[in-house]
């Protein structure tokens, strides 16, 4: 019997935004917004780990009781406000490696702040990535419902909704 590759999930989660506080945790149609980023990893086909990188206790409780692991706490200094992903997502494996000897064929970054991702996208992206073994990378959008340059910009004109994994 052949063993599925693995293929690890990582949901970035920092505890001091200051647009939103907490709004990782916030309540968005009755739940928390990871809750989301959770269930689209823990409800895909093809991922075999959903792990939390997060610097707030809190955090790191909210995304247990939905399913997430959270085998380490991110460094501080890695959840500063222009922290990049680059580095997160390095320290993430690199813990892995280092104390587990675990090492994942493809990682997918799942952001909290996207909860609105159609069910399977998740297993279509891990899909075209496994094709296309030339690729490094993908990154899934879909087109704005309006011109960007109007999107937000005041309450009338409503939000322009992206996915990404």
């Known amino acids: 019997m052949v063993t599925p590759p693995d293929v690890l999930a990582i949901i970035p ?3 001091g935004s200051k647009g939103i ?12 917004l990871i ?19 997060t610097d707030d ?21 890695l959840a500063q406000d222009d922290t990049l992903d680059t580095p997160v997502f390095l320290h993430a494996l690199k813990w892995l490696d280092e104390h587990e000897g675990y090492r994942p064929e493809l990682v997918v970054q799942l952001r909290p702040t996207s909860p609105l991702r159609p069910v ?3 297993d279509e992206a891990i899909t075209k990535m496994r094709e296309n073994p030339q690729a490094d990378s993908l990154r899934g959008v879909v087109p704005a419902v309006k011109t960007p340059i109007r999107c937000g910009t005041s ?3 409503g939000l322009c909704v992206q996915f990404y994994l």
Request: proline letters at 10%; a positive charge; glycine letters at 8%.
């Open 13 to 15: 989660a920092r505890g």
């Open 21 to 32: 506080p907490r709004k990782n945790i916030r309540q968005f149609s009755g739940t928390p």
């Open 35 to 53: 809750a989301y980023s959770i269930a689209a990893g823990t409800q895909a086909d093809l991922v075999t780990r959903v792990i939390v990188s």
């Open 57 to 77: 206790p809190e955090i790191a409780d909210v995304a247990r009781q939905f399913g997430a692991e959270v085998p380490f706490m991110r460094p501080k200094e």
């Open 120 to 122: 399977g996208l998740v």
């Open 155 to 157: 309450p009338q004109m």
